[in-house]
């Protein structure tokens, strides 16, 4: 399955809650595995579920909410701070979910989202309450991620209304940018200008 990502228009998941650290994304007891797959079953485990368990969903809890849906989670400001473990952006994706949005993201989990395909989009405060707004008075309204443009657009909500889309645009670094436009890993990445890498050698080089 390709991993690269240009255009995301989704439903989202909203989760308006502050400073949601990695703990609570992916609890501690869960990072025994070494792989990627499986840690979306797990995905905010101890807010899901009464005990931790699996037949006590919590109805309270967004997840569990089938009003809600997509490949977006809209997350309260600072989001995925605390201890390092890549595993949160693992199971953030497993779960699903190609993109985050927030109005401030950790710097570690932002580059570890990056780093698995997993698009951190970072918007400001009265944008991202404008998000939550729409998507609770309408949970089908659709969230537009445009990678190329760096832009993000609410295709519904109250200022739809008035004949105008909030947009905003999102900073990215140009080389994440274009690792996730083509699927690309760092080894990747170096092996799609492997030939501009060896005429650089060719000419400068040589002994």
Known sequence: MSRSMNTIKSTAVPLSIENIDTDQIIPARFLKATSREGFGKNLFRDWRYNNGDENQKRKDF?????????RIL???KNF???????????????????????????????????NNFLL?????????????????????????????EQTIQINKGPLFFKGHLPVELFEISPYKKTCL???????????SIKNEIEEYEKKYCRN
């Not at 951190?120 to 991620?145: C, G, K, M, R």
Request: aromatic share 12%; net charge negative.
């Open 62 to 70: 967004v997840l569990n909410d089938p009003s809600y849906g997509g």
């Open 74 to 76: 809209v997350a309260g």
């Open 80 to 114: 995925g701070c605390g201890s390092s473990r890549e595993h949160a952006a693992w199971a953030i994706k497993d779960y699903g979910f190609d993109v985050v949005v927030s109005s401030f993201f950790a710097d570690i989990f932002k580059n570890n989202a990056l």
């Open 120 to 148: 951190p989009v970072v918007v400001t405060d009265s944008f991202l309450q404008e998000i939550f707004l729409a998507l609770q008075n309408e949970p089908s309204t659709e969230i537009e991620v445009n990678l190329e």
């Open 181 to 191: 436009m083509n699927g690309y890993d760092d080894i990747d990445y170096l092996l």
